[in-house]
Structure formats: structure tokens, C-alpha cells
């Protein structure tokens, strides 16, 4: 019967991926230095690899674009709690009417 099955951090990950983009040592090396197998040393490798079209294609662009939205976002909220805020309290104020008086 297996053990449980092992999670690795991404910067674990990263780690490895990297020192497999060096190519100072062998996947196997590599490996049995990390303690991990070595078709998982490569499979990170190729994902880091992959990963790098995204970074160079201009993705970070996307999410500037997305964060900027998402300020927009926030500010308006902001702006329309603000609003009920300050609107709320003045506009029962005026109409509480205390019970009993007439």
C-alpha cells in the first residue's frame, strides 16, 4: 500500500524547474537530490517552458488591464456606500417620530 501522496509548494517547483533550465545536471540528479521522480523534473521543466510564451506575450498587460478594471470597481462601490451613508442617518432622523408624543 502507497503512502500518502506528497504536495510540492510552487516555489518548491519553481526550484526545481529552474535548476533543470540550467542544465548543469541531469534530470536524474537533479531527481534524486530533490527527492522527487525524475519524469516530474522534467514534466515542471516543460510547464516552465510553456509558461514562458505567456510572460513574454504580454499577459501581465491583460492584468494591468483587469486590476485597473477592478479598481474602477471598487471606487464606484465606495462611492455608492459613501452615498447611502451619509444619506441614511439624515433621512431617518427626520422621519423617526418618538412613540407617544403627538
Not at 519553481?14 to 514534466?43: F, G, M, W, Y
Not at 509558461?51 to 455608492?80: M, P, Q, W
Amino acid at each position: 500500500m502507497a503512502g500518502k501522496r506528497r504536495r510540492f509548494t510552487a516555489e518548491f517547483k519553481k526550484r526545481v524547474a529552474l535548476e533543470a533550465l540550467r542544465e548543469r545536471d541531469t534530470a536524474q540528479a537533479i531527481a534524486s537530490r530533490c527527492e522527487v521522480h525524475p519524469n516530474q523534473v522534467s514534466a515542471w521543466k516543460r510547464q516552465a517552458l510553456e509558461s514562458l510564451d505567456e510572460v513574454f506575450a504580454g499577459a501581465g498587460c491583460n492584468r494591468d488591464a483587469d486590476r485597473e478594471a477592478t479598481i474602477r470597481d471598487l471606487r464606484a462601490k465606495i462611492g455608492e456606500l459613501t452615498v447611502e451613508r451619509d444619506f441614511f442617518p439624515r433621512g431617518l432622523g427626520r422621519r423617526a417620530v418618538p412613540i407617544g408624543s403627538a
